[in-house]
């Protein structure tokens, strides 16, 4: 399977402020093209103890090769021991978008 050369990078933080900025900062620095930032409730289980609690879901707009930048970027930023860190492929996507994205992560 070919790899697709867009993806969309998930992670998760306990506060909106947290998430807004850690998102700020990646597309700052030229890791992503955007970031979505939405309040989700989750469901986990975590040292032992099934857990229920409120947390904002980023999903930042990338190219794949920058998977591993981003990643060790979120972890050094992230305040979690273990922070989600979960690539989706995009299989398709609007021309115009993707060559927007591509630009704003080319530098």
Same mark, same amino acid.
């Given at each position: 399977m070919t790899t697709p050369e867009f993806i969309v990078v998930t992670t998760t933080h306990d506060t909106e402020d947290k998430a807004h900025a850690l998102a700020a900062a990646v597309v700052g620095a030229g890791l992503a093209a955007c970031a979505q930032v939405c309040a989700v409730g989750s469901v986990y289980r975590w040292e032992a /103890?099934? /857990?229920?609690d409120p947390e904002w /879901?980023?999903?930042f707009k990338t190219r794949a090769a920058l998977f591993d930048r981003l990643a060790a970027f979120v972890t050094a930023e992230h305040t979690y021991d273990t922070p989600e860190l979960i690539a989706v492929p995009v299989l398709a996507g609007s021309p115009a978008y993707l060559d927007w994205v591509r630009a704003e992560t080319a530098g």
């Open positions: /103890r099934l /857990r229920t /879901r980023i999903d």
